[in-house]
């Protein structure tokens, strides 16, 4: 039994949705991702970002009523609202509630993120990032005004966009805008983004005039291992599994934001995070094998292998359905909603991606007989799309998009989708004996590959 109940996200309304998010489909002139150094082309120079999707929006949006989906999560580009200090593209705003009211018109919830990676270049050049207050005061800003904008046709809304990742690229590690490097820098940023949350919660809950909820998507991996031998490996994959995944979970559970690896090193930041949160959002994609040496911190890494045989993703990932169910547990912890937010894989071959799509719906299934409370689960992603570091190589799409002429084809992944919701909207539990047989898929040998 749910152990939450929402008034809006009722158990009996599974959402069946497909993602975006706007810079990936569109791209955006005035973000801080368009002048990022990033494998783009072969001959290395910059294309513009995204899959005409603007120009295409209307027919793009018909291919959610063709998969049968019940609800579209997309987000909003800040930086075509906000494309220099003090403009407000009013016209924009405009075009947000009208995508907001079609979908309503064809029956199809809106999930709007407010923050999905990127932000305005000029905020950038005024060198203000997350670890800023002058830049969570301009978010809030724009994200308020959005949501005075869309508190009519928006009921659900996704605050962050993987905060975990978002922090982990680009204070971190640096491989990301805005490419900072370090612990501190990272607590900080993470913090900023969790209070921003946390205001915008009270924002959206006081704007909005009927049943809302608002979420995080937090992206979860399950981590191993390398050599399940190595104590030391055990060791290095829980460091992980408590760095990448439990931080933000323990923040909503106990309000104190800790980014660190081991207990009591490292700093911590109490927020009001407590009670400022309807349903957690779950994107999760894959399995990571962590190894560790301590004669060689080089040799501290994650790394994907194909260990029962399934092979691997053409993003090298491996394909782990038992994991959805894993981080589903840890996440529903927090005795939440949960929203599969994210999942899927990016395979040009149609057999592989259906197969994935079907194993992981199975766990989602499993998990709600077993008494889970999910409520959602959105594919990544309704299209091809422009995918951050790796660009316009990965195929995610239910939809396949010729690069060239930006043809959209349906894949068999799209077919086998509406399927399933056929079989399965609506109800409590979702039976996958009345589905179709799997079809057969030449699987292709074992790789493994570095983390993205
Ligand atoms: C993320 C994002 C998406 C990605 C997707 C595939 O997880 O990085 O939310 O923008 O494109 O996850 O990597």
């Known amino acids: 039994m749910p152990s939450h109940p929402h008034p809006l996200l009722d158990p009996d309304t599974f959402l069946w949705g497909a993602s975006t998010s706007a810079f990936q489909i569109e791209g ?3 973000a801080d991702w368009t002048t990022w150094k990033v494998k783009d082309a ?13 120009a295409r929006q209307d027919a793009d949006l018909g291919l959610l009523g063709e998969i049968g989906a019940n609800a579209y999560r997309y987000s909003i580009e800040w930086s075509r609202v906000v494309p220099a200090r003090g403009e407000w593209d009013a016209a924009e705003v405009d075009r947000q509630v009208r995508v907001a009211r079609s979908l309503r018109e064809r029956g199809i919830e809106p999930v ?49 966009n993987e905060p975990n990742v978002h922090v982990g690229g680009g204070f971190l590690t640096g491989m990301t805008p805005p490419g900072k490097r370090g612990f501190r820098a990272a607590h900080l940023a993470l913090t900023n983004m969790l209070r921003a949350h946390a205001r915008l919660y009270e924002v959206i809950h006081t704007d909005s005039p009927g049943p809302t909820a608002v979420g995080i998507a937090h992206n979860m991996l399950c981590f191993a291992p390398g050599r399940s031998d190595s104590r030391l490996d ?9 760095i990448y995944n439990d931080t933000l979970i323990e923040a909503f559970r106990t309000g104190a934001v800790a980014l660190r690896a081991i207990p009591v090193i490292g700093q911590v930041t109490v927020l009001p ?16 094998l962590v190894s560790f040496s301590p004669f060689d911190l080089r040799r501290y890494r994650y790394f994907w292998e194909d260990h029962p045989g399934r092979g691997l993703i053409e993003t090298s990932w491996e394909v782990y359905p038992e994991g959805l169910s894993d981080v589903l547990q840890k996440a529903a912890s927090l005795g939440l909603p949960l929203v599969i937010t994210e999942n899927g894989a990016a395979e040009a071959d149609d057999d592989r991606k259906v197969a994935f799509l079907r194993e992981h719906v199975a766990q989602v299934a499993r998990c709600r007989a077993e008494g889970m409370d999910v409520r959602g689960y959105f594919w990544w992603s309704l299209l091809d799309n422009y995918e951050w570091l790796r660009g316009l190589e990965p195929r995610f799409g239910l939809y396949h998009v010729d690069f060239n002429t930006l043809e959209r084809t349906p894949t068999r992944a799209a077919t086998a989708y509406t399927r399933l919701v056929e079989a399965g909207i609506g109800r409590i539990g979702i039976d996958m004996n009345t589905l179709p047989p799997q079809p057969h898929s030449n699987r292709t040998p074992a790789r493994s590959g570095a983390i993205r």
């Open 112 to 160: 709007v993120t407010l923050h999905h990676f990127t932000s305005p270049a000029w905020l950038g050049q005024e060198g203000l990032d997350w670890t800023h207050e002058a830049f969570v005061s301009e978010f809030l800003r724009f994200a308020t005004r959005m949501v005075e904008a869309l508190a009519g046709d928006v009921r659900i809304w996704v605050t962050l």
């Open 273 to 288: 995070l407590r009670g400022h949160l309807d349903f957690l959002g779950v994107n999760y994609y894959t399995r990571a």
């Open 42 to 54: 072969e001959d290395g120079a910059v294309r513009v970002r995204g899959v005409d999707h603007r």
């Open 28 to 30: 955006a002139p005035a």
């Open 234 to 242: 055990r060791w290095a994959a829980r460091m992980a599994d408590r």
